[in-house]
Nanobody, 122 residues
Framework: QVQLVESGGGLVQAGDSLRLSCTAS????????MGWFRQAPGKERELVAG????????YYADSVKGRFTISRDNAKNTVYLQMNSLQPEDTAIYYC???????????????WGQGTQVTVST
């Protein structure tokens, strides 16, 4: 069994930054793609960013390109999401996800974290 525990969410103002962390426990972490999804009220859950096991291949949603950066530290079983220039439309619950394969676009999620709230005020 794999457990994903997120941290780092909170309430910030537009233009601020946050860094989310997700630490995995259980089965091997380092060979599988990891990513961050988000779900805003009334909207579907969407993939924000994904990374391959090495970190050499990444995916970003168009809405966050140039503002968000995903990274991972396999020695710590942790994946990060650095979010800069946050905007109110970034407000959502952010979920860490472990993919079922190597593709950073994470078409299939094997495990979900519990989610962490990010709220961006004007």
């Amino acid at each position: 069994q794999v457990q994903l525990v997120e941290s780092g969410g909170g309430l910030v103002q537009a233009g601020d930054s946050l860094r989310l962390s997700c630490t995995a426990s259980g089965r091997s972490f380092s060979t599988i793609a990891m990513g961050w999804f988000r779900q805003a009220p009334g909207k579907e859950r969407e993939l924000v960013a994904g990374t391959s096991w090495s970190g050499g291949s990444t995916y970003y949603a168009d809405s966050v390109k140039g503002r968000f950066t995903i990274s991972r530290d396999n020695a710590k079983n942790t994946v990060y999401l650095q979010m800069n220039s946050l905007q109110p439309e970034d407000t959502a619950i952010y979920y860490c996800a472990r993919g079922a394969e190597f593709d950073p676009r994470i078409r299939v999620v094997a495990y979900w974290g519990q989610g962490t709230q990010v709220t961006v005020s004007t």
